[in-house]
């Protein structure tokens, strides 16, 4: 089962993306054709979410790579510029990482420019296959006739495809589970609206929109079964930074006993922070909380306050699904294990 | 110290609203002249708030009285229609029933029409001065240098004038407590965005904008001294039914041990019900979550759950802020001893 549409797609040397920004009322590509086109897309949000930002820096590192051949000075600079399109998401920096590490080996190769290529395809590729072991190693922890809640989009939207905590409902719903979801629309960006929404109707999904402020009740009356959501970086003791309003939904889960999950895949998890208190927040512009769209919803002379993210406190997740199996607490030392056995 | 402007006004006969719709990037003046103008007004919010519905419904019974001063039979199912309009805040039963109690005290009189133009003009005096008080009694709660936070708009667009919540806000302000406020944006309708933010800039009080999802780690991280907000209807054990939203963050203010008020007239208060299940939560059209203003944030065919209020328990009430004075727990016994001392 695959989606009917490419969150990004390489083809003649361009790529491809759908532009996010307009969903869901216009489908439209946005032509990345520069490494230049690449930092705009992830800065702006033409593409978003952790794992698809990471495989489109990819692509990023290859454009630089291909203008800037002779000049090892200029292109590290511009994988430094794609780098800093925005902070939070460890992906990012994840990618160009095993970018950079390919270049190096590969440098003196006549072939470098196809062995770039080819990284950033195996990486796109790769997180597929990633995100359907995700979908599948999800399944132990969706009962059946479930009803889950999600926010934000960890969707095929914020990943090569499938998704990650979608990825986690879609294999259930396929494996006729008989599950409902309740989707939080996402302030300020909508992606719950705007994308999951757009995800869930496609894939015909049973489900419902609610506002942000609208999950604790739902939660309290007994009618969440499960939370799950995506990571933009987890740390090594198991502190998930994902979408601002991810942290009030855990207090809430943990206050009535309802079970938390974080979706991720292993390049999530930031291997060089002991917790989320170092993770960067990315705090973002004014005017998306002041308009939505064309319309104007605060007056331009309030002040606001605007961060992306927010820390889950390890204490608050029931477990973490990756791709390498469902990590339970002690996290510290289950995530530790996992790095013992898969990365290093 | 008052507003630059008036929620309501009556003029020649005619009940002038600021249309709370189009607030804050147009400023219009809706007239209602009929009770069918009056109905029209509260349930499509040209003006909210329960003390403001409860002032303009009064103005709705007067104007029904005008249109079937001799048909009682039409008279009364002219008042049913006008309560029929919203069903939560309970204040709009509370002014119709008012005005009835005096239209049976003095329907024999030949100046009854004058005697329900006074009591409509009466009640809409009241709730200012109910309110200024309000304000006054809430200073204690208020230290120096508090970071307040407040949920969707409890302010002069919310009332007669001054306001309950924003009312302590501002008296706090007036009386140089060198406050600091957070606005959250309250969802779906923006009532905190669109008015309360419009509230904060026309008072010069120094305040920031958050989408709802933000205030959970202002909380947690000990950047807010109290939350006060407003109360649509609050039962006799003290369960305090508000915006939706308002449960979430009393949740995680238990859970961080910040105070938590609701400020709201005796009016508020529903002396027939005995906890907050008995409330009915209004469910609004879907597509105040698929749409802001003409922009659509939701596909067309997602499916959309909207409460617009919910129920917070007592237990996670610091305190309710009257006009007679600060209610503490137990609820349930000193809510009943305002009611012998004040109701009765």
Redesign the interface.
Known sequence: MNEAFNTLEFKNDELLLIDQRLL??KFEIFVAKTYKDIEFAIRDMVVRGAPAIGATAAYGVYFAYKEFAKNEVEFIKACDFINNARPTAINLKWAIDRMLKVYHENKKSDNIKEILKKEAILIQEEDITTNKMIGENGLSVVPQNATILTHCNAGALATAGWGTALGVIKSAFYANKNIFV?AD????R?QG??LT??E??QAKIP???????????LI?DGKIDLVVLGADRIATNGDVCNK??T??LS??CK?YGVPFYSAAPLSTIDFTIDDGSQIPIEERDKDE??F????????L???????AF?VTPHQNVTAIITEKGVIYPPFKENIAKLKKQFID
């Open positions: 869901p009322s309740y629309e996402t302030r300020p909508q609206a705007r929404a757009w869930l109707t489900s419902k929109l609610i506002a942000d402020s609208v999950a604790a009740t309290r601002i309003g942290f009030s207090v809430i206050q909380v002041r939505v769209g064309e319309t104007q919803v605060a007056p002379d309030m002040d606001v306050y605007n961060p927010d």
